[in-house]
């Protein structure tokens, strides 16, 4: 996951990397507004932690959000007896970004935090380049924290973040789920990992400056923040511009917030509707029954509709409006014929014509991928899986369990196994692979000693539909 060296002068994990210096801006003398107090900090903290959080770990880039963040969480941690560690996630997109880091780690060295940097492997992608990079960074400190038992991460995102965040959405034609922007608390990806936090999303950038300068601490600035190729530059651009016309920062939040409360009463409805029509197997298929669903209104049937094609297909983003809306009207009319595919899956009608089948499209389904020890991968973006302590057997693949796979599991005492599931489902369940010979299938009724994995389809669905408490 990260190519790591042990830093011998702390606890750090560093990759190995060269790079010029980074560009570093002092804090000034003089701020321009109140810093953030320590009983600020954990009052705006309080609301948002999960209870029995004992170690928390803080996403620290070196710019100033970030650091301002980190002074203020330090002090916290020590004034509430909870561990503390700063996460750095080196991406390799710059030539300095590895000095970067290294600066970082000297400044939370002088502050006694522990620092951890992640780096990543692989190549980069031409396009969608920051996409990319959230998406990497996201996945490795979430596993960084599963392995090291902390249930909270903190991101610096703060107010001048949050109205940025939604004009972008607004440019976009975003409706209200888009609007509401970033929520405060977010809740765990996967068994295991943290709940993402933004204790500063009501505070002002200007009043974060101003908590360095009261501290002396210098901040990097990354030059990508002024590109202007990049959409979120341009608008930071036109700011002035904006709030001349009545856009403040103030306002645009409390949109948003509008906007949450919102997209919360939908996301009941959208529970209540999946609640009553639809079964969602462990196994990551679904049956949609279509009287009840039928029940709904459009916009409700059309979340959930999404939701679940999202969740089964393993995609990272809902499939475009305009298909979502031709195949709903399609089904309410039960006029989809054998079958239909988009995002991914695959929908198909019973012979009576009463429920669907909802599951995954043998097409684009992620190719065979090793399994290592202590690194868990993820599969078809709907399982994740790593393999337990002492059980590693060389050369173990997992991929899909395809018709020889499924002629070997029916040839063997094991033939019962998938009989309970559809027949279009039975193909495309993660399997088990070495020297091309299919060694287990995992599906949700087997107690499989050699590997543990999780179906993210079924969190996906259930963190996106059912309401989630902060605590």
């Known amino acids: 996951m990260a190519n790591k060296r042990r830093d011998a002068s702390s606890q750090s994990v560093v990759p190995e990397h060269s790079g010029s210096l980074p560009h570093i801006v002092s804090s000034p003398s003089k701020p321009l507004a109140n810093p953030v107090s320590a009983d600020e900090f954990a009052q705006l903290l309080a609301p948002l932690l999960p209870d029995s959080t004992t170690s928390v770990a803080i996403a620290v880039s070196g710019g100033a959000d970030s650091m301002a963040l980190v002074l203020l969480a330090h002090q916290w941690a020590q004034q509430a007896g909870r561990h503390l560690v700063a996460m750095t996630v080196d991406h390799g997109l710059r030539p300095e970004s590895g000095a970067e880091a290294e600066q970082v780690e000297r400044w939370l060295k002088q502050l006694g935090v522990r620092h951890v940097v992640l780096g990543v492997e692989g190549g980069k992608p031409t396009s969608n380049v920051q996409a990319w990079a959230r998406e990497q960074r996201y996945m490795l400190m979430s596993e960084y924290c599963a392995a090291h038992d902390i249930t909270a991460l903190f991101l610096a995102h703060h107010l001048d973040d949050q109205a940025e965040t939604l004009l972008l959405r607004l440019a976009r034609g975003s409706g209200v789920d888009g609007l509401s922007a970033m929520a405060p608390v977010m809740a765990p990806a996967f068994e295991g990992a943290p709940y993402l936090l933004r204790p500063l999303l009501d505070v002002p950038r200007e009043r974060l400056l101003a908590t360095l300068s009261g501290r002396q601490q210098a901040w990097i600035e990354d030059p990508s923040n002024q590109d202007q ?104 009319k039960a006029d989809i014929g054998g079958g239909r595919t988009l995002s991914g899956c695959r929908l198909v009608p019973d012979s009576a014509g009463e429920q669907y089948l909802l599951c995954r499209e043998t097409r684009g389904i992620e190719g065979q991928k090793p399994l290592l020890p202590d690194t868990p991968v993820y599969w078809d973006g709907r399982y994740r899986l790593g393999v337990n302590t002492g059980m590693v057997e ?78």
């Open 229 to 332: 190729k990049y959409a979120r530059s341009r608008v930071r651009q036109a700011r002035g511009t904006l709030e001349s016309l009545g856009l403040t920062n103030d306002r645009l939040a409390q949109t948003a917030l509008k906007m949450r409360r919102a997209k919360a009463a939908l996301d009941a409805d959208v529970s209540g509707l999946a609640g009553a029509s639809v079964d969602l197997s462990k196994d990551g298929y679904a049956t949609l029954k279509l009287a009840s669903f039928s029940m709904g209104v459009e916009e409700v049937q059309l979340r959930l509709l999404s939701r679940l094609l999202r969740a089964v297909g393993g995609k990272a983003y809902a499939p475009r409006e305009g298909r979502l809306k031709a195949l709903l009207d399609d089904m309410l």
């Open 394 to 471: 060389d050369g173990l693949l997992v991929g899909r369990l395809g018709t020889d796979g499924l002629r070997t599991i029916r040839e063997t005492a094991e033939a019962d196994l998938l009989q309970s599931l559809p027949r279009l489902v039975q193909s495309n369940l993660p399997a088990l692979w070495r020297k091309g010979e299919v060694v287990a299938v995992l599906v949700s009724d087997q107690a499989n000693t050699m590997v543990c994995w999780e179906n993210l389809a079924v969190r996906r669905y259930r963190l996106q539909v059912n309401q989630h408490p902060r605590r």
